[in-house]
């Protein structure tokens, strides 16, 4: 197809997604703000699902889109990367359970929504017996390891992209989310790369994927998995645009070759943002005439 494709996207230009179409527009492409109708669907060539309602519309409506003009996991996967209890007894059962921190008796634990994200309603609670069943809670081994890593991937049955940023949190820290932190950028290694890849294939996983981990005596722990693009990735859309147009329409940028990641990537507040939107649209409500 060449240089123009026209990229279906239906968030707006603002807080996280704001960069987005630049980044396409940087690579060739041409950004279209539209909806996920089938007939807007089938007029562009790609679908760029930015948040989990796309993720979902597109599972439940366009299926037959998937791997022609959007790559996205199935309805399926993504909802086994939202409940971090069934994507934990689903590795463990695929035999990864080496990789994810699962109770230790003795040891202390986190707890954690099932369904959540931002590290909300996550705390360290002492050993106790773990109900067998819990519909609102699961259950980790508290970790002392003092770095963060996320792993930021594009895969469909390969690893097609690929970067890993490191956090320092300290040890004891409670995990409950990386904002206001600054992520160090590194090059996966490639033990790392292959565990991921095994791991998504197994739950029947493509499209981009966040996983975060800790390394504990060199061997990765999975902490979870989320099946949508990672809110650090924004901030390179370009990386973005090559990636996910590539791996659908190979040669579409031009040749114009990767994108140059930054050494480091901050991972800002969301509720600072929101704040701050608010204190303008009050600024903006009261002000004279």
């Known amino acids: 197809?060449?240089?123009?494709?026209?990229?279906?996207l239906t968030q707006p230009a603002r807080g996280r997604t704001r960069r987005v179409p630049e980044g396409l527009r940087a690579m060739g492409l041409r950004p279209v703000r539209g909806r996920l109708s089938s007939?807007?669907?089938a007029?562009?060539?790609?679908?760029?699902p930015l948040a989990n309602a796309d993720v979902v519309t597109l599972g439940l409506h366009l299926p037959h889109e998937r791997g022609r003009r959007y790559l996205a996991p199935t309805l399926e996967a993504f909802r086994t990367c939202e409940d971090k209890e069934v994507l934990t007894r689903r590795l463990a059962a695929e035999g990864f359970a080496r990789n994810l921190p699962l109770p230790v008796p003795g040891e202390r634990l986190v707890r954690k929504p099932r369904v959540g994200d931002s590290g909300a309603d996550v705390s360290i609670r002492p050993w106790a017996p773990v109900p067998e069943e819990d519909p609102v809670w699961t259950w980790q081994r508290a970790?002392?390891?003092p770095?963060?890593?996320?792993?930021?991937l594009l895969i469909r049955d390969r690893i097609l992209m690929s970067k890993g940023l490191a956090y320092d949190r300290g040890t004891?820290?409670?995990?409950?989310g990386i904002a206001n932190m600054v992520g160090r950028v590194f090059d996966?290694?490639?033990a790392h790369l292959a565990l991921f890849r095994d791991m998504l294939n197994a739950i029947g996983f493509e499209g981009f994927a966040c996983v975060n981990y800790f390394v504990e005596d060199g061997c990765p722990l999975v902490i979870e998995i989320n099946g949508r693009l990672g809110a650090s990735l924004l901030?390179?859309?370009?990386w973005i645009a090559y990636a996910y147009c590539e791996a659908l329409y190979p040669g579409c940028c031009g040749g114009r070759g990767q994108p140059r990641w930054p050494a480091q990537i901050p991972e800002r507040s969301r509720t600072k943002e929101a704040l701050r939107g608010v204190e303008r649209g009050l600024r903006r409500a009261l002000r004279p005439g």
Do not use: F, I, K
């Open 188 to 190: 996966l290694p490639e």
């Open 43 to 48: 007029g562009h060539d790609v679908v760029l």
């Open 235 to 238: 901030q390179v859309p370009e």
């Open 1 to 8: 197809m060449g240089e123009g494709l026209t990229v279906l």
């Open 39 to 41: 007939s807007q669907v």
């Open 172 to 176: 004891g820290a409670v995990r409950s």
């Open 147 to 152: 770095v963060e890593y996320t792993a930021h």
């Open 143 to 145: 970790l002392e390891a």
